[in-house]
């Protein structure tokens, strides 16, 4: 899966397959440099799926697709969403049994980890800013300061260093 049209193929076949073919125009989809600490995102009230940018350069293209499989599983989560929606009733849990059919009916494996070990995922530096005690920043945003992206503390909004 490379382009945007191989994305937008997908959400028409996975809501095809899952007997919500007017689904699909609703669906939109956007990629993010912030998004670090998964793959992807899903907005079911909003229809509205975000993808990891880090992590769409890294997923390997070899063995299983996991930027596919990323992608249908943030697809079938709105799906899920949407079907609860149209009929009511209990509301489903974001990896329950609704989910898990709606991947099989895609032809994906229902797994909930994403395949690819995001960079320095969780892990924080500790760093100097207007506060006391300094402030903590995540590895991936570290490093962009490192090359020269400046970042403002949300506490005391002076520039990270
Ligand atoms: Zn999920
Ligand atoms: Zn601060």
Redesign the pocket.
């Known amino acids: 899966m490379e382009k945007s049209a191989d994305i937008r193929a997908a959400i028409n076949r996975a809501c095809e397959l899952n007997g919500v073919p007017e689904l699909a125009n609703k669906i939109t989809f956007k990629f993010s440099e912030k998004m670090t600490s998964c793959g992807g995102k899903a907005n079911g009230a909003k229809k509205k799926i975000t993808l990891s940018s880090p992590y769409w350069r890294r997923a390997p293209k070899t063995g299983v697709d996991s930027r596919e499989n990323t992608v249908y599983h943030e697809i079938c989560h709105i799906i899920v969403y949407y079907k609860w929606e149209q009929s009511g009733g209990v509301k489903p849990k974001p990896h329950g049994d609704e989910w898990k059919r709606a991947m099989r009916k895609c032809g994906h494996t229902p797994t909930t980890t994403h395949g690819v070990k995001m960079p320095g995922r969780g892990k924080k530096i500790k760093c100097?800013?207007?506060?006391a005690g300094?402030?903590e920043m995540g590895v991936i945003q570290y490093r962009r300061m490192k090359r020269g992206t400046q970042y403002?503390?949300?506490?005391?909004?002076?520039t990270?260093s």
């Not at 403002?152 to 002076?158: A, H, M």
């Open positions: 100097s800013c207007g506060c300094g402030c403002k503390c949300r506490k005391c909004k002076k990270i």
